[in-house]
C-alpha cells in the first residue's frame, strides 16, 4: 500500500471541506494514520481509488464511514462547567418565564458526540423544574455527523471514570449501576433526547421551529473562517428571538459576523 500523494490529499481535504466543513488542510498525517490500514485491509489499490468508491456510492455510506474515522469525538460530562452554571442559574429561569404558557421549550446540541452534553442538559432540567417538571415539553435535540458516537449516545453506557465529574446524588438518581462498573443512563432521562445524524452543512436547516437554546461547542474549531461565519448565520436564523448560543471556550464569534451578542464568554443572545 502505497502513501497519500499530494494530489490524493488535496482531493479528499476539498471533497471533506465541501460536503462536511471540517478542513483538513493541515492533517496530512492524520487522515494517513486513521485510513492507510483501512485501504490495505480492503484491497483499494489507492486513495484516487477509495476516493472513487465514495463518489459513486449513491447509498452515501461509504462518505459516512470514512468520516467517522476522521472526526475526533472527545467529551466528557460536564465539560466547561461554566457553561452548565450559566444554563441552570440564568437560561432556564429566563425561559420558564419567556415560556411560561406553552411550557415549550426547544433546546438542540448541535455536534453532540457521545452524548454526555445533552444527557446532561435533561438532567439539569429534571433538576431545576423538580415535580413541575411533567408539565413541560423539554425534549432535546441531539446531532452529529458521526455515527459510531450516535450509537454509543443513544445506547447510554457509560464507565465509572465517565462519571466522576458528576454530582454523586446524579449518578444515583440518573444512572442504572450495570457490570464491571458500567454504568446506564436511566430511561427517564434518555428519553429526554432525541439522537439524529445531521450534518451541519446543509444548507438549509429543515426545522420547522426555532430553537431557544443551541449547544455547539467545540465544533467549529475544525472549520475555516468563511464555514464558520455561513454556520454561525444559520444558528442565528434558527433561534428564537431572546435565545441563545453556546460555542466552545476556545471559539469566538466577532461583533461583525452576526446579530448576537455576547452575554458571557462563549455565550451569546439573540
Known amino acids: 500500500m502505497r502513501q497519500i500523494t499530494q494530489k490524493e490529499f488535496t482531493d479528499l481535504v476539498n471533497y471533506v ?4 466543513g471540517v478542513n483538513l488542510t493541515h492533517k496530512k498525517s492524520l487522515v494517513a494514520g486513521r485510513l492507510i490500514n483501512y485501504l490495505s485491509e480492503n484491497h483499494y489499490a489507492s486513495f484516487t481509488d477509495y ?10 455510506q461509504a462518505a459516512v464511514a470514512m468520516i467517522d474515522r476522521l472526526t475526533t469525538n472527545h467529551t466528557y460530562f ?3 462547567n461554566q457553561h452548565f452554571d450559566y444554563f441552570r442559574n440564568n437560561v432556564l429561569p429566563y425561559l420558564e418565564r419567556a415560556c411560561g404558557k406553552k411550557k415549550d421549550m426547544g433546546i438542540w446540541s ?3 458526540s457521545t452524548g ?8 439539569l432540567m429534571e433538576d431545576y423544574f423538580g415535580t413541575s417538571k411533567s408539565e413541560w415539553d423539554t425534549t432535546i435535540l441531539a446531532t452529529d455527523i458521526s455515527t459510531k458516537a450516535l450509537n454509543r449516545a443513544a445506547a447510554g453506557n457509560y464507565t465509572k471514570d465517565d462519571l466522576s465529574a458528576l454530582p454523586e446524588k446524579w449518578k444515583k438518581k440518573y444512572f442504572t449501576f450495570l457490570t464491571d462498573e458500567n454504568y446506564k443512563i436511566c430511561d427517564r432521562i434518555s428519553k429526554e433526547v432525541i439522537f439524529r445524524r445531521f450534518n451541519l452543512m446543509t ?3 429543515p426545522f420547522r421551529r426555532k430553537f431557544h437554546v443551541i449547544f455547539c461547542r467545540n465544533v467549529m474549531i475544525y472549520f475555516d473562517a468563511a464555514t464558520k461565519r455561513q454556520l454561525i448565520n444559520k444558528f442565528y436564523e434558527s433561534t428564537e428571538e431572546g435565545g441563545f448560543l453556546f460555542i466552545g471556550h476556545s471559539e469566538s464569534i466577532g461583533r461583525e459576523e452576526s446579530g448576537y451578542r455576547c452575554v458571557m464568554p462563549a455565550v ?3
Do not use: V
Not at 476516493?51 to 452515501?60: A, L, Q, V
Open 268 to 270: 451569546y443572545k439573540k
Open 78 to 80: 460536564m465539560r466547561e
Open 110 to 112: 448541535a455536534g453532540c
Open 116 to 123: 454526555q452534553e445533552p444527557y446532561t442538559l435533561a438532567m
Open 17 to 20: 471541506k465541501k460536503n462536511y
Open 51 to 60: 476516493m472513487n468508491h465514495i463518489i459513486s456510492d449513491k447509498t452515501g
Open 203 to 205: 444548507e438549509q436547516f
